[in-house]
């Protein structure tokens, strides 16, 4: 699927390329190749995921979720705390917010932000990062990582992490859904 100068893509439903690692799957809807401003993913959040809150200093991104829920937050709270992001609260209010189908997240560069899937059934959302091609090369190093099948590699994920520009505030989690 490559677009020439005068036509555009059209990446039709089950198309694209799929990366999975047990219980993770991101469908590359669009990349660095295809598109200059951002690139398209389509991602199944797995039962019990947390991606722990982070930041980037050059990244943009959007989430729109399309199934499932998702507990997501897109703010600087007025304490980070290093354990857990569910509780933080932003200067003017802002709390997490249930994301349910047809929610959309935008998160600027230098934006703390999380989401994690506290439900017993997965999640998909659609998801853009701007610049390409970073998420595309971080996605393909992580679902590497998460192969294995065992425990994740905690070290290796927050090495993969630290070379595509997120600072981990609070941590990656797996494991079965918390309430």
Known sequence: MTAHASEGLLV???????LKAPAHQVTFKVTGEHARAASSFEVVVPPGFDVGAHVHTRSEELFYVLDGELEVLAFEPRVRTRDDWRDWESPSGLRTVRATRGTVIV???????????RTGEPATMFFQASPPPDHERYFEELLEILES???????????????YDI?????????????
């Open 12 to 18: 039709p439903t089950g198309h694209g390329r799929t």
């Open 107 to 117: 998160v600027p560069p230098g934006c703390p932000h999380a989401f994690a899937n």
């Open 149 to 163: 099948g065992g425990p994740p590699d905690h070290a290796a994920i927050a090495a993969l992490r630290a070379r």
């Open 167 to 179: 600072e981990q505030l609070t941590p990656m989690r797996h494991g079965a859904p918390v309430a």
